[in-house]
């Protein structure tokens, strides 16, 4: 067995000192534990023992118009075991024309034996037809139980599409989550920005006003109420919409409710940087204004955001974010951070969150609202031993010089913060240790 002593265990039930014994990647016992003699003991003192963190919303080696994600199953799964998270929920995306299990099983095989951290998919519906519809069953049987649908870019589903989803996916107990934003508004803004020859990074905040984003949370909250159907509103970015959520919340509508790190400590003001620097903040959301950050911060600490993910979405600053030097709309959407979501989050809240406050946000609700609880996201006996042993203490500087995702710049550069991982455990095994993560793959496919 493995026993992990002398920690701070953040449960269900609140914190409390007591031992974890670990076997055959499960957690079999928590109290007090003495150790035999092949016991391998890892002394935790004066750190937190977290079941292991998870990220709800990332896009690994995802094409993207000609384009490919820097960071694969393999760059990305090391970096997220490196920053303390040990299952990710990716994006299968269904194309037109694809079906539901051809989908699911291109994405299966792009993290096959690459993954340092598990994985499981939500599956993007972009072809809404007869054809998928009945697939629907084999999907939840082959162990997916959240949707995504989107209402911008060409992955659109109409407001009809999308209430069909909701309807057809809610006898199978599915959860579905949508980009809110809307879609005309921003191409119609987009075209106007260029045709005026406001082509640079500082418009592309324009393009994608509060307004567009508060909008599609309404009619995507309306839609979820007219259905019945779980809903989650991913990467919320503003004030506005939070205000969307409340109206919704207050008419009964079951809906959730994601943030991002990005979204509560970076601003617009980051696409004014001159020498294309602004690049790096391109993601949709954008960035918002301090009035949006201080809102999802409060909301954050008063329980109105279920759950704290990355929407990881890498590109390299000097060969793919350049596409659009000349053109912002060609500047390839996205950000990474699947390796410092949990130290950003510490850094941005410190002791305004508690330790369980923190693991709800971070690894408990994840679990619930994505069906992998109680196997994920607690400490418990019988749940996989996912566990993220966080030393409070250590300070240390955020770099893209130092760290493992696989692209040439990170949104948090130059931020002092506290706190790390010092042992990272993917079912039972050592995936990281003091940030760096280790060479082998115990990452599995988590059927839900
Ligand atoms: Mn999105
Ligand atoms: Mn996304």
């Known amino acids: 067995m493995k026993i992990i002593q002398n920690g701070t265990l953040v449960t ?39 079941p292991g963190f998870i990220d709800g ?36 995306t269904q194309y037109k024309g694809d079906t539901l299990i051809n989908a699911l099983n291109t994405w299966k095989k792009k993290a096959e034996g690459k993954a340092h951290v598990n994985y499981a998919f939500h599956m993007a519906i972009c072809d809404w037809n007869e054809r998928t519809k009945k ?9 997916v139980s959240s949707i995504k649908v989107y209402m911008a870019y060409d ?49 592309h905040p324009l393009a994608h006003p509060a307004e567009a984003e508060a909008e599609a ?16 509103i991913v990467h919320l970015s503003t004030a506005l919409g939070l205000e969307e959520v409340r109206k919704a919340k207050s008419q009964g509508v079951q809906v959730f409710v994601e943030s991002c790190p990005q979204y509560m400590i970076l601003d617009d003001s980051k696409y ?29 600490v008063n ?21 659009g030097r000349d053109n912002f709309t060609k500047i390839p959407n996205g950000c990474p951070g699947i390796e410092h979501r949990p130290v950003i989050m510490r850094h941005i809240f410190g002791d305004h969150l508690s330790a369980s406050d923190y693991c709800r946000l971070m690894s408990e609700n994840p679990a619930r609202v994505f069906g992998m609880y109680p196997r994920k996201g607690a400490l418990l006996e019988g749940s996989d031993a996912d ?24 949104p948090f550069e130059g931020m002092d913060v506290k706190g790390r991982p010092r042992l990272v455990l993917v079912n039972g095994e050592t995936a990281a240790e003091n940030g760096k993560a280790c060479d082998s793959h115990y990452g599995e496919y988590i059927s839900r």
């Not at 949508?178 to 005026?196: P, W, Y």
């Not at 250590?394 to 990170?410: G, H, L, P, R």
């Open 272 to 300: 004014e940087l001159s020498d294309f620097e602004g690049a790096k903040y391109v993601c949709s959301p954008p960035l918002r204004k301090a009035k949006d950050i201080y809102a999802l911060r409060e909301a954050v």
């Open 387 to 410: 566990i993220t042993i966080w030393d409070p203490d250590i300070k240390w500087t955020i770099s893209a010089k130092d760290m493992e995702q696989n692209v040439d710049y990170t």
């Open 12 to 50: 269900p039930e609140g914190e409390k000192k007591a031992s974890l014994a670990i076997d055959n990647g499960k957690i079999v016992k928590i109290g007090n534990i003495t150790p035999g003699s092949d016991d391998e003991v890892f002394d935790a003192s004066g750190c937190l023992v977290f």
């Open 135 to 143: 697939d629907i069953k084999a999907l939840r049987d082959a162990g």
């Open 155 to 203: 992955t659109a589903l109409t407001d009809s599409e999308i209430l069909g989803v909701l309807e057809a996916v809610k006898p199978f107990g599915c959860i579905v989550g949508c980009h809110c934003e809307n879609g005309d508004v921003i191409n119609m803004r987009q075209k106007q920005l260029v045709e005026s020859g406001r082509t640079g990074t500082d418009a």
């Open 57 to 92: 919303h990332t896009h690994l080696d995802l094409p993207v118009g000609g384009n490919v994600t820097a960071d694969d199953f393999e760059s990305g799964t090391r970096a997220a075991a490196a920053g303390g998270t040990t299952t990710v929920v990716d994006f299968a």
């Open 303 to 323: 329980g109105e955001i279920d759950t704290i993910a990355t929407d990881h979405c890498s590109f390299r600053f000097d060969t793919q974010k350049t596409l």
């Open 217 to 232: 949370v309404s009619r995507f909250c309306y839609l979820g109420k007219l259905s019945g159907c779980p809903i989650n």
